[in-house]
């Protein structure tokens, strides 16, 4: 059974710093995506990450895989207070015949404070 | 931006009834999912729908969960008889089978509180 383990699960940071969100999974995949969610809302689609050594980046948020290491890193940049929500990785797998699903990781509520 | 469109936003429901969740998925998107998140908590795979059947479902889409594509456009959960605890968001998404680095399309969810 495929897991997928997020750290730290809470995270407060104040505006201006940098702080990075990991995520580890346990069985080989070479297809991740992060997902933002504001409370009480959906899921606001970041990135999707489709190869080793895949990075992306959009604004102050920077995301990257290593499928060797099982792991994806979501870098944050000079912190503001609109990045404050729930982040989630997502992990693609193809339990056969084509019958892909996601397995999530807990998610990480990230404050940032002023 | 296509979007998935899911109905109701809220429904409140006593235990023991049936409910009805109502999705229309971007229209051509060949797979569909249902996930339910419980407040609070990471969000859980119930069902994968592809070729008018069901490719995939968890321990959690017991007997009492059914969907349906009834009309080639909507894409249904029901639950059959509701109980507290499937009190959750349950959110639809769609997917491009063979192109999925558009990656999975999640509807604005639904909340379900069965009280």
């Known amino acids: 059974e495929l897991k997928v383990e997020q750290n730290p699960l809470f995270l407060s940071m104040q505006e201006g710093k940098n702080y990075t969100i990991y995520c580890n999974y346990s069985?080989?995949?070479?297809?991740l995506y992060w997902y933002r969610q504001d409370p009480g809302k959906s899921l606001e689609s970041l990135f999707v990450?489709?190869?080793?050594?895949a990075v992306k980046q959009e604004g102050r948020l920077m995301a990257s895989l290593d499928t060797k290491a099982r792991l994806s890193t979501l870098h944050i940049t000079a912190a503001v207070h609109d990045l404050s929500a729930t982040y989630f990785c997502?992990?693609?797998?193809?339990?056969?015949?084509?019958?892909?699903?996601?397995?999530f990781g807990k998610g990480t509520l990230l404050t940032v404070n002023p | 931006e296509p979007e998935v469109t899911q109905t109701p936003s809220h429904q409140v429901t006593q235990m023991g009834q049936e409910v009805i969740l109502r999705c229309v998925p971007i229209?051509?998107?060949?797979?569909f999912y249902w996930y339910r998140q419980i407040l609070g908590q990471k969000v859980e795979f119930l069902v994968s729908?592809?070729?008018?059947?069901?490719?995939?479902k968890s321990e959690i889409f017991d007997d009492q969960f059914s969907v349906e594509r009834p009309d080639g456009s909507n894409f249904t959960l029901k639950i059959r008889s509701t109980k507290l605890e499937d009190s959750a968001m349950y959110f639809c998404?769609?997917?491009?089978?063979?192109?999925?680095?558009?990656?999975?399309?999640f509807g604005s969810g639904t909340r379900l509180t069965v009280v």
């Open positions: 998404a769609s997917s491009e089978i063979f192109n999925l680095a558009y990656g999975y399309t």
């Open positions: 069985t080989t995949s070479d297809r």
């Open positions: 990450l489709l190869s080793n050594g």
């Open positions: 997502a992990v693609d797998s193809d339990s056969g015949g084509s019958n892909y699903k996601l397995t």
């Open positions: 229209s051509n998107h060949l797979y």
């Open positions: 729908f592809y070729n008018n059947e069901i490719s995939e």
